[in-house]
């Protein structure tokens, strides 16, 4: 079962403008994690933010966390065509586990 | 410095057929992941190794076995293959488990007729 769920799962915006996407999770997590896929590649890292942490900052990438909603989202500012993508959100679990789940991703499409 | 390679990038096969799938990584990562990944489902785990000799099931194994005789391969075999086994397979490494970045290869594009 999926662990993550991105919500718009499509999204389309003119270049320049910002896109959010949101990441909503269902139990207690350590971190969450955001990655891109371009058509035809494999993932991406982007950003990593722990559970004590609220936002995080990369480049173009505002990243923030609320553990009490249990969700996050992903801003990209001044999206370029290059940003077209899949975006995808990533929790580790509280428990212990050695591994991620991934959420079913967003797509954006980034109009030139 | 490649990262994480996967052989082969395309592959059709009969259902029944058996084949391997392999994966290398260069970067000394102890933890490696096999997915699979479907549209419309994201990426599901197969299965994990977190170390050299380990492997472990993740979320969908049936069907497949694997097995990590070096750090830095990690075979992902199919026994009878089905055509429900049509995906794009995706391996990923990294060093400290969950708790960090995974590093993925350009994935597998198998298809089951």
């Known amino acids: 079962s999926q662990q993550g769920e991105e919500d718009p799962q499509a999204l389309s915006i003119q270049e320049g403008e910002n896109a959010t996407m949101n990441c909503s999770y269902k139990?207690?997590?350590?971190?969450l994690q955001w990655y891109r896929q371009n058509s035809g590649r494999g993932l991406v890292h982007l950003i990593l933010?722990?559970?004590?942490?609220r936002e995080k900052h990369s480049g173009r990438l505002r990243v923030t966390l609320d553990t009490s909603k249990k969700s996050s989202s992903l801003l990209i500012t001044a999206s370029r065509a290059a940003d077209t993508a899949s975006y995808f959100c990533?929790?580790?679990?509280?428990?212990?586990?050695?591994?991620?789940?991934f959420g079913t991703g967003t797509r954006l499409t980034i109009i030139p | 410095n490649a990262g994480v390679t996967q052989t082969p990038k395309f592959r059709v096969l009969k259902t029944g057929q058996s084949m391997t799938l392999l994966c290398a990584q260069d970067m000394n990562h102890e933890y490696m992941y096999w997915y699979r990944q479907d549209p419309g489902m994201g990426l599901r785990l197969i299965h994990y190794?977190?170390?050299?000799?380990?492997?472990a099931k993740g979320e969908v194994p049936d069907g497949y076995n694997v097995s990590r005789l070096k750090k830095q391969n990690f075979l992902l075999g199919l026994e009878s293959a089905a055509p429900s086994q049509t995906s794009v397979y995706f391996c990923?490494?990294?060093?400290?488990?969950?708790?960090?970045?995974?590093?993925f290869g350009d994935g597998t594009r198998l298809s089951i007729l």
């Open positions: 990533a929790t580790e679990g509280d428990f212990g586990n050695e591994k991620l789940t």
């Open positions: 990923a490494s990294t060093y400290s488990g969950p708790r960090g970045p995974q590093h």
């Open positions: 933010i722990r559970s004590n942490e």
């Open positions: 190794s977190v170390g050299e000799g380990t492997t």
């Open positions: 139990t207690s997590i350590n971190n």
